[in-house]
């Protein structure tokens, strides 16, 4: 079943303690990206990557780090969380081919105090 | 880069009327038009979509129109029901941007 997969879907931490969210995506595509999403705010991109070790910054990067070692992978990192990225954080792939769907993994539930 | 705003950012409609929702897009290079759901604490899950060389497509209740000339686009939801209630996204992007932009979306409530 083609899916993208996050871990873990709800984590309550603290303030300052590195984390890190994992995504893996089964359907062999190259793109694939981070949103999070607040009330009222929609889907705001955070990173993409259209590549293997190819990353770039959407638009709400700051306090988040990605990296793209193997194509199925995508992690989101936290170096030092604070309560503002308090969110529903979803990873996202899609193919290469422009007018082919983005998939959504089931989400992170983050709540940082 | 594109730019896509979506209307009405909420929608309440009786069970059984239709609701719409309309897009705008700015790029013209854009080609690729989906409409996400999402439920509440749930994953956005694509409902349908149209390509640019197609105005209109349909499925059973839901039907998007697409005007490429006035970069404009559409979701119709008709005989809306109960479970049609949730937040909808539109989308756009173009056959060689990765990026699909999204819509603030349109929170959609049926009344019984």
């Known amino acids: 079943e083609a899916q993208v997969t996050q871990n873990p879907r709800y984590l309550i931490t603290v303030t300052g303690k590195k984390l890190t969210v994992t995504c893996s995506q089964n359907?062999?595509?190259?793109?694939m990206s981070w949103y999070r999403q607040d009330p009222g705010l929609g889907l705001r991109q955070i990173y993409y990557?259209?590549?293997?070790?190819?990353?770039d910054k959407g638009d709400v990067p700051e306090g988040y780090k990605v990296s793209r070692k193997e194509k199925r992978n995508f992690p989101l990192i936290l170096e030092s969380p604070s309560p503002n990225q308090t969110s529903l954080y979803f990873c996202?792939?899609?193919?290469?081919?422009?007018?082919?769907?983005?998939?959504f993994g089931d989400g992170t539930r983050l709540s940082i105090l | 880069g594109e730019n896509v705003e979506q209307h009405p950012s909420t929608l309440s409609v009786q069970e059984g009327d239709s609701a719409v929702i309309k897009c705008t897009y700015s790029?013209?290079?854009?080609?690729?038009f989906p409409w996400y759901k999402q439920e509440l604490g749930k994953r956005p899950q694509l409902i349908i979509d149209?390509?640019?060389?197609?105005g209109e497509k349909k499925d059973q209740r839901i039907a998007v129109t697409l005007n490429k000339t006035a970069k404009h686009f559409s979701l119709h939801i008709t005989e809306t029901q109960p479970e049609d209630s949730a937040v909808y996204f539109c989308?756009?992007?173009?056959?060689?941007?990765?990026?699909?932009?999204f819509g603030a979306g349109t929170t959609v409530t049926v009344r019984a």
């Open positions: 996202a792939s899609r193919d290469r081919l422009g007018d082919q769907p983005q998939h």
């Open positions: 359907m062999n595509h190259e793109y």
């Open positions: 990557s259209m590549n293997v070790e190819v990353t």
């Open positions: 790029d013209s290079a854009s080609n690729y």
């Open positions: 149209i390509r640019s060389n197609v």
């Open positions: 989308a756009a992007s173009g056959t060689n941007d990765y990026k699909l932009s």
